[in-house]
């Protein structure tokens, strides 16, 4: 089965710098890698995603990038707000088509955004 | 999301108890899913449900059974609880026809098994 890593396990920067966070995926067949942020006391809300054939997506302060014959992909969050603080997954998916959208996920990173 | 909503929110047993989870969803979504995350661990998924009567296995589901009910609901039943039971349990829904593999998170369940 898929097997995803996610480095580093905690994450301490300064308002404005940036934060990126990596993960790796053992699986050629997946094809859907998002990203999900949990806040203190919720569950997990998506807050990008990027799929197997683009290199990279951005949405304002975020953005994905993938390597496909790596098979690595990371999240990139710039110019880092203190609501920025919080733990985000990665996962990985064979898609809709591939075993019906079961993710696996990384193990998190707490980010925290000092004052 | 208040779209999906699980009960109870927190739950604490005591080893060999029988012990049911639930989940809800107005979304409408056909898919479900129930997922445990553990400190260092991640989500780990246990079981998920493409539609009713329909029950997948998923990564962990040794000491876990669901049950689901109608569309709109999706049970995890812990059939003898043990201590390394004791985890944070989402459920979580997603609907195939969106074309998007997007899955929408209940607030959590904290069970405790003592």
């Known amino acids: 089965g898929e097997n995803v890593e996610q480095h580093p396990s905690t994450l301490s920067v300064q308002e404005g710098d940036s934060a990126v966070i990596k993960c790796t995926y053992s699986?050629?067949?997946?094809?859907?890698f998002p990203w999900y942020k949990q806040e203190l006391g919720k569950g997990p809300q998506l807050i990008i995603d990027?799929?197997?054939?683009?290199g990279e997506k951005k949405d304002q302060r975020i953005a994905v990038t993938l390597n496909k014959t790596a098979k690595h992909f990371s999240l990139h969050i710039t110019e880092t707000q203190p609501e920025d603080s919080a733990v985000y997954f990665c996962?990985?998916?064979?898609?809709?088509?591939?075993?019906?959208?079961?993710?696996?996920f990384g193990t998190g990173t707490q980010l925290k955004v000092e004052l | 999301d208040a779209d999906v909503t699980q009960t109870p929110r927190n739950r604490i047993t005591k080893t060999g108890k029988r012990i049911m989870l639930e989940c809800s969803q107005t979304?409408?979504?056909?898919?479900m899913y129930w997922y445990r995350q553990d400190p260092g661990l991640g989500l780990r998924l246990i079981y998920y449900?493409?539609?009713?009567?329909?029950?997948n296995k998923g990564e962990i589901s040794d000491g876990y059974s669901v049950s689901r009910q109608a569309q709109a609901k999706f049970s995890l039943s812990l059939e003898s609880a043990i201590p390394n039971q004791t985890a944070l349990y989402f459920c979580?829904?997603?609907?195939?026809?969106?074309?998007?593999?997007?899955?929408?998170f209940g607030p959590g369940t904290r069970l405790t098994v003592l």
């Open positions: 990027i799929r197997s054939n683009v």
């Open positions: 979304k409408g979504h056909d898919r």
């Open positions: 699986d050629s067949a997946s094809n859907y």
């Open positions: 449900s493409f539609d009713v009567k329909d029950i």
């Open positions: 979580a829904t997603s609907a195939h026809w969106t074309g998007t593999n997007e899955q929408f």
């Open positions: 996962a990985a998916s064979r898609g809709l088509t591939g075993g019906g959208n079961k993710l696996t």
